[in-house]
């Protein structure tokens, strides 16, 4: 049984706790809030892999305190930009407490990126596009909370086709303020000023949450010279339920790394699928391939 | 550069051709026809991985004999149920040559096995079905032409959802057969029997002759417990162009297990994205994940 922590309560860490007890081998051998990990070292030694549910800009710094008391990580750390930085950030440390880190092992970044790198494989020469939603935007409802006479706010992202997105922004307005002037600066804000955005006035920002997402992945291009190849990926999907679900895959390839003495930091495109599954390799390929 | 020699010079072959040629990474060192390889022997010595575009049937024995000389191998070998028979088979041989054969990397299985199992990681319960098509069936297209009285015939595979299949069968009559006679003689062939057919009389078959092929798999399944996640992966694709390039991408995989010391048999399900794609790990992260 690989024993896992789960470190985070909030939707990530609570659907990871159901990945981890469905899993038929693994045990799920504590859930902590981030404050209570210092207390709870001597537990946590027992630990072979903790998946860290925790905010982003949170996660690599956590995450290197796991590896250093030689448990193995998981993470969906979801800044693009920054994943080069954080591997290799925790790369040595991985190495040196012969652990093993697996980043940005969320939907996008993860499970989306060992497609898009597959997509590539098939067609090394052609055009992606990669389209999300209908789906709430974290980086766009704390952009449209912040314009000034918003009591609460709500930005769905809209897929419009071949990576253009639009957005529809639900919001409640503060007492004395006007919906007109409001909606006037959310749509020159930056965050906004570039999409097709809609702005709807709501009583209730609440009844219109939601956790749904979805992606599509679209491909055109050539494979051995010959252009019009079409691929596509496409999922509609609760988003913390797939991320936790993913992430518990991830747990099991970090744990086989690390028995086999591959430490290092690795994101998902350096993993082979099989390694995230129960069972053996054998059983597996006689199943799946 | 890796150093690939092709062999087989039918559609496959030739569409290796063309990646191998396309790739900034590869050399391609010589193209043979099956009989002329023991003669090449030397020649193949300076091989780092033999592309094995073969019929089915005779890829196994090819690939080990390929082996032997610590050659690394990629075929399309597509019988699924003898897949882990392959792979036993061609372990030992491979492991004590010091030389990697990757088997099975075409579409399906192949990339489309890849898919299938990160399905499996992102909802563990599920159904999941494949939908091949439309494109032409080897398999039924050769039933058709062993019917007395056909005189050539090409069997389309329609996808008709859910994993049901019709058939759309193209024939031309020898003369002195009757076409109603022959065409309930194929409807109740084995092949056809459990299928929705249709079968149509032609002049001239080639007209209808197409490498074109499509596949769609289709999941709905639970993630952290939560079910009504769906997951698909569609391809329009031109059959040997595709086959060809991932098995290219694949041969780069064999040779970079092959340098770092893994030597075995794989299924593609085993390998990770990243080392089918050239360039360096760090550049593919920052691109693709």
Redesign the interface.
């Given at each position: 049984m690989i024993r896992i922590a789960i470190v985070g309560t909030g939707n990530i860490g609570q659907?990871?706790q159901?990945?981890v007890q469905?899993?038929e081998d693994m045990e799920l051998v504590g859930v902590y809030h981030h404050y209570e990990v210092d207390d709870a070292q001597c537990t946590m030694h027992n630990v072979d892999v903790a998946l860290v549910c925790l905010p982003t800009r949170e996660s690599p710094a956590f995450a290197e305190k796991m590896l250093r008391m030689g448990i193995s990580t998981v993470d969906s750390f979801d800044i693009?930009t920054q994943?080069?930085a954080v591997?290799s950030r925790l790369m040595p440390v991985a190495q040196s407490n012969h652990a093993v880190a697996v980043i940005?092992a969320g939907?996008d970044?993860g499970?989306d990126?060992?497609?898009?790198?597959?997509l590539?494989?098939?067609?090394?020469?052609g055009q992606s596009y990669t389209n999300f939603g209908p789906g709430r935007s974290m980086g766009h409802t704390v952009a449209a909370k912040a314009i000034a006479g918003v009591k609460n706010a709500l930005s769905i992202t809209l897929p419009l086709g071949k990576g253009q997105h639009g957005r529809h922004v639900y919001i409640e307005l503060e007492d004395g303020y006007d919906f007109e002037d409001v909606r006037n600066r959310l749509l020159a804000d930056d965050y906004f000023a570039h999409d097709a955005t809609e702005v709807e006035l709501v009583d209730d920002v609440e009844q219109y949450q939601t956790t749904a997402h979805g992606v599509l992945l679209e491909r055109t291009g050539t494979?051995?010279?010959?252009d019009?190849?079409?691929?596509?990926?496409?999922?509609?999907?609760?988003n913390?339920?797939?991320t936790?679900?993913?992430m518990?895959?991830c747990a099991r390839a970090a744990y086989r790394l690390q028995q086999t003495g591959r430490w290092g930091c690795y994101?998902?495109?350096?993993?082979?699928?099989?390694d995230?599954?129960?069972g053996t390799?054998?059983s597996?390929?006689?199943h799946?391939?």
């Open positions: 659907a990871a159901k990945a469905n899993a693009h994943i080069p591997r940005s939907w970044p499970s990126s060992m497609i898009r790198a597959l590539q494989v098939l067609t090394p020469e494979a051995s010279g010959k019009g190849q079409q691929l596509e990926f496409k999922m509609q999907i609760d913390p339920s797939l936790a679900q993913f518990t895959g994101t998902t495109i350096e993993l082979a699928p099989v995230m599954l129960p390799t054998e597996n390929v006689q799946l391939v």
